[in-house]
């Protein structure tokens, strides 16, 4: 199982311990905290996949492993030993590897290799890494520590795709079963609507500073905006009753020709995991069926559905840059999942600027000016998406805190509601 | 968990105790075997649907409770409480209610119940069960003990369906895994056909006696068959390769219109489970991959199929008659699923006319002339099949002993291959 | 223009000039009716496919000019000159050529050839043909005045298709045009169902003397029938109608599985071409959409809709040759293409045995014992279509007249309503 | 016939009869221009419709008709007396009534109304539109001559997608006709590229001026761009063949992964029409199958393949912003239909800024900042595609003459193969 590592013997690795201690700590919290999210799992519920763009648990867990494995063991340990060679084929993601690999739709046929089994692949792999980055020469520390790091946001962004999953699999099933019984509801009344100004100017956009970003984030550059708008908090349940009330869904000068298509072809008439019993409206969460709570904001809306609803409205969404302006001035604090709820709160005081829900924008999601996808490393994959997505700013309530910031660019096809998404407004002034 | 079972007070059930013991004791073993079949599963084979056709082994296990429970403890118990309420939507098939039910597709969804929740339902309804059959009242005796019969007529046809089920998930794993290890492969060599003749005549078709059967095997009539011949074996791989080797599978004055079609747009050359190597022919079997044995009969062949090898072979096939005349003088010997094989296995001095391989048939499943379907009771489904279908006979090597005879009518659609089944020539005289 | 023919110079044709000009003129009507079956067409009309499964008219003009050229021109012509080469991959047809052809659902698209040039292809290859019939050496007569009057059945059968395809492509379009504004109304009213008996007995049946048949009628053969009896007419709207008011389409145990499938699926709640409207039922017909007449057979029924009435009546649908034997002994008169109604008619005072509508047959289409197809010839494709299909008996009102006789055999899958279909009661005594 | 017009009597119409005869004359010469586009058509040829997306010719022409009645002659003219109404469910289109209307892929069904009567159709609202320019009091005026203008600018789009249209149902048919016999092929040589540069500045973008032009071209407003530079002519023939020769259908590390989803899903390995043959590469035009010129711009492709090529060369697809300023400067003078090519020719000395080819940007199709869609106008439909798709400028070999502008913006999926498109390279500074 011991792996020849790189080290040149007889040269002292010159890294301090302390940066080698800080990383194996930030590696252990954060592969933590998967297993933590896995925790209200029964073993069958690892092996489902209700939708074809879904991966089962099962399959999320491995492919995190896989991504270790094959980004970092495999180009730091000279003839490192994989877990098992066939692990590629099966765990990997067409982000990664356009041609040989399991096709989406088959990840939930995979009953073998067992969950037992993959549980000792993240094993053997954690074991690997946390000897890797404890005795890597100096001078691959630099892009090593980089690689781990990239990694481990990676980890995160797939946290939060696996209590996505997890949401749709349950339910898809009839008995609509809890992933949580033990969640709490957030609490709160809705508030006005109050609107924050922002003048004609030449802003400054993207990733700036030292700190971590993706690299879609970047190069920073300047925009000319014309003065607008922008609503102070979430727009609520309430808010959202009244446009379905009002015939929102059935009015064609609403929406989007797309939209319209898609809301007619599947007969929607409301957001995702919402259901209308005789008691009212209730809404499926990750603690199971509730009443819904009319103060919360609007949760599992499609681009489309946002869109229309600005339209009735009378305002419109947001451009990416409109938010990410205004989201340089917050703090990076807000309902994440460490608040517990794993689901959005009513806006109380705050402004939902960061957490409870991401912000649809009317940004299409392409490249800044001068953008250079990093060659060959983990995140190329984000200049292949640049097509037919929007952008989604701020985090929600099942985003690892710490894992976003202002520049942060999430993005989602208009048509999907999947995603903890939100509705703030714009307007022009 | 108690019910109260139909029994009027004073009146001792005057059923011989020797015959509920019987009951009870053919209970317990039919329903050991399927317990027997799924010990070689892992937690997580018990999940997956790797086609809507195919269902999940925790869904069978769930639906021959759900059986026994709808058709015969809520009829026979008053005021009988159902394990859970739920199960009914989610465990009955098409065949019974063909309303309200969970469509085929999603069963693969149900990771609630778990399979924990399932054995528990399995061991209450086996007590329920066990309990009715030994203290049901002497007149509704001959009605429940001969629909407990029939339940596990049933039951025994889904412990074939189950493992080929379980061969098809497994297949389409790219791991290919055993789904036992210990399995013997079957020996011997091939040996020439030798044709049985039978002259003209008004035959007796369907069933006789007092044994049990399906209601689809009567009434019993007569048929006028010229003189035909039969070949004296099944078809072996070998034989299959040499059409395949002439083309048969790119001739298309050899098919069906049908099945000309098929095999071009599904692109097959081969049966089903064959995969050519680079080390020659292999094939999937539920132990795993092997070599292809040529002396073994072919398999997992479609009607279309069949019917182009006889047509190549210059033969035909039976009619469903013609196999059934030659069965009824032949005992009820075979490779079934006791002799261990779940495979089949080369003809070496038998005929193999019970077990090994079911046989296509020429005939098209249709009604007997009579046919009365056995109203509102367990198997009124075979009328509602009777359509598009072709009658299969003799049973195989995943058949439970004992479960088939002379009269046993299958039926497979003609395009479908994971049935286990093979080829037998007939021909006229 | 003017191709070679296999004439032996000096060798005087011995077959009698009777002989040639009779079939001369039997060729000449036969396609002439075709034209006349297109006269009310308007040029838009022709380059229709409202369905796959559907050939414009054009195609069908075509088609039937390249099944003359390709099967008797060809062959009897030393060096012919086909009119237009690429016509071959044009206008073939899956029955024959089972690789190289334009797929079906293309033939929408060939608005060139023009239909201009259509007509020059007919009356070219009519050339050819009067010339090659009237000149044709005594040796090669047997042969190809065999072929000829096999070309001029085939034109016959797609004289009937010609107008269920005509009937569907206008039914497809909102203005429910009219094929023909002068047709008359059949009038009549409805009279009781007599029953006629047929005893126990073996019987003859497939083709007998000297006829013309097609291959899949022979050869004759004896079965064996226990009694039974024939309802005297065929079902009418107005008894169909009790069905559908007493909740046929609604009860899944009057059903198919199949059947129950697709109308739950297609959303059927009644036969192919009827409408509700707040006047009442309306049919449309061949002359455009007409009030529904309670009196007339109930037309365009799937063989599930047939099966659901009977059982629903307590009754069955009848074998093959149950009705073959009752035809055997009526005279081929009936309401045929040549009465101009185009639509079935009230029974009155006839059986409707032959002509109305194909009666659908409880029996699936297959060989009859000793069946062989005629190797290479036009009719060998009845053979690659015995699979899925019912038997049809009787000729309908878009037959032409001297079609059928009582051993023909139509067959359509059990789910098609297209064709002129009705249903005739059958039960056991 | 006659339909009384909005005529105040006594009060003279005070708008200049110069200009009501000069509406008169633009409005005679855009509808006898699309009759001239019918002209090389056989009547076949208008009932086509090869794909879903295209519309038969036959109904684009009734459609134009359907647009002036419905959104001029219904709104000027009291008590209107439309041609059928009928019509208005059969040729409406998606954009203007999002409801009740004829789905997409029925419009090749219509055989009636027949050709004659669409004809018929087109004169009875021409001679309508004229006599209602001529005559609508001047009150009315300025509105009429205003929605007039919109409709002939409409039906100069409808004449660019007939001729895109056709190309594709006769590219559909395997005999490959020409649409026309008698046009020219471009000829000329290839040049070197030479690239323009433009600095950094703040720019106006969006129409200026009094002109026509479409509401998703306002408001005109301001963008900051880098400094960036164009090629000085559209890629060729030959570069394409290098990007292909190169491998390029073949890297997935070049195409964005829905480009890379659609090419090797639908198995495309060059653009749309091109053939690869024994003698080298053809390529269908309107003037049917001719050998691939390698000096001509490379021509219907899609956005993907653009990028891809573009990413392949070093070099990136040019924002709208970036291509609408080099265009404000130069005349709207190219290869247009009036060219009598219906074909992209060579560069030789001209930049190929107009026509030619649509040149793909890497600009998704959005609102510009404050766009308000004209209520209730024929073009309100602009905003409702604004999802999904990629602006594209500068017109092409089948525009007609001045119809384009600097700020005019079509737009198509980026899937989309059918328009005439071609490559522009930018890059940055």
């Not at 808010?239 to 015939?247: H, S």
């Amino acid at each position: 199982m011991e792996n020849p590592v790189s080290i040149s013997p007889g040269a002292a690795p010159a890294v301090p311990s302390a940066s080698r201690d800080k990383l194996v700590a930030a590696y252990a919290r954060i592969r933590a905290a998967t297993q933590q999210l896995c925790k209200p799992l029964a073993a069958d519920d690892y092996q489902v996949q209700s939708e074809e763009w879904i991966s089962p648990p099962k399959w999320h867990i491995a492919h995190m492993s896989w991504l270790l494995e094959n980004f970092v063991l495999a180009r730091f340990i000279t003839d490192y030993t994989p877990f098992n060679e066939a692990f590629d084929y099966l765990f990997s993601s067409a982000s990664y590897t356009q041609g040989h690999m399991l096709p989406r739709a088959q990840r939930g046929l995979l009953s073998r290799p067992t969950l037992a089994e993959i549980r000792d692949y993240r094993e053997y792999v954690d074991e690997q890494m946390t000897n890797l980055v404890t005795s890597v020469a100096e001078y691959d520390w630099r892009e090593l520590s980089s690689l781990v790091r990239l990694g481990l946001q990676h980890e995160q962004q797939h946290q939060e795709l696996l209590l996505m999953d997890i949401k749709q699999n349950f339910f898809a099933n009839p008995m609509k079963p809890a992933y949580r019984h033990d969640l709490r509801s957030p609490r709160g009344e809705q508030r006005p609507i109050s609107w924050l100004l922002f003048g004609r100017g030449v802003y400054q956009i993207g990733h700036a500073g030292n700190g971590f970003a993706f690299d879609n984030e970047s190069p920073r550059h300047e925009q000319l905006l014309p003065g607008y708008r922008l609503a102070d908090r979430q727009i609520t349940n309430s808010e959202y009753l009244d446009f379905i009330m009002d015939g929102g869904y059935d009015n064609p000068s609403l929406w989007l020709a797309e939209g319209w298509a898609m809301i007619k072809q599947q007969e929607l008439t409301h957001p995702l995991y919402w259901q209308r019993g005789d008691s009212g409206w209730k809404q499926f969460t990750l603690g199971g069926l509730r009443k819904l709570n009319p103060a919360e904001p609007v949760c599992h809306v499609s681009y489309y559905e946002a869109d229309a609803f600005a339209r009735w409205a009378g305002k419109r969404l947001p451009l990416e840059a409109e938010i990410e302006i205004a989201l340089q001035k917050k703090a990076v604090h807000g309902n994440f999942i460490d608040n517990g709820f794993l689901h959005p709160s009513p806006a109380g005081d705050t402004g939902q600027w960061f957490g409870d829900l991401w912000t649809w924008t009317a940004s299409p999601y392409t490249a800044y000016p001068g953008f250079k996808p990093v060659a060959g490393a983990m995140d190329e994959y984000n200049g292949r998406l640049m097509s037919g997505r929007m952008v989604l700013k701020g985090g929600s309530c099942v985003t690892p805190p710490g894992h976003v910031r202002a520049s942060y660019r999430n993005f989602f096809h208009p048509h999907e509601r999947r995603a903890f998404s939100g509705i703030r407004l714009a307007d022009d002034i």
